[in-house]
């Protein structure tokens, strides 16, 4: 399966735009699954911001074992 992703504002009619550079992209005939993403949860932001923290943090002095692992 092939994702494609996008932006669009949402309006008082219950339509959503597909863009027509994205539209390009799609088949021409077959099935397609929508999934719509609204608004930004703070606390999905939030949960991001430390999830990348952890990541980016040096390791700890416990995992130096496997700094010379081969």
């Known amino acids: 399966?092939?994702?494609v992703e996008f932006?669009?504002?949402l309006g008082e009619h219950s339509v959503v735009s597909?863009?027509?550079e994205i539209a390009a992209q799609l088949p021409k005939a077959g099935r397609a699954r929508v999934i719509i993403l609204t608004g930004d949860?703070?606390?999905d932001a939030e949960w991001r911001n430390g999830a990348y923290l952890q990541f980016a943090r040096?390791?700890?002095p416990d995992d130096?074992?496997?700094d010379n692992y081969r």
């Open 1 to 3: 399966m092939k994702a």
């Open 7 to 9: 932006t669009t504002e």
């Open 18 to 20: 597909i863009p027509s």
């Open 41 to 43: 949860d703070p606390e």
């Open 58 to 60: 040096d390791d700890s």
């Open 64 to 66: 130096a074992v496997y």
